[in-house]
């Protein structure tokens, strides 16, 4: 079926015409994510809580403004 490196080229030049350069790292991330999870999950070791990350940290709120005197 994969008998010549070829087949590898061609559909690699089809999933980054799928995909674009710039959406590939992000999916290859998620895939590493969820092999790790899963690997993590099988083994049995230590619950979930402990060894999930955010995908995303917690973003600060901006600073309150100053309010604004409108006397005339």
Known sequence: MWDSPMHLLI????????FGGRKIPEVMKGLGQGVREFKEGMRGD?????????????????????PVDEKK
């Open 46 to 66: 230590q619950p979930p809580a402990q060894t999930s990350q955010p995908v995303n940290p917690p973003v600060a709120a901006p600073p309150p403004s100053a």
């Open 11 to 18: 559909i690699a030049i089809v999933i980054l015409v799928l």
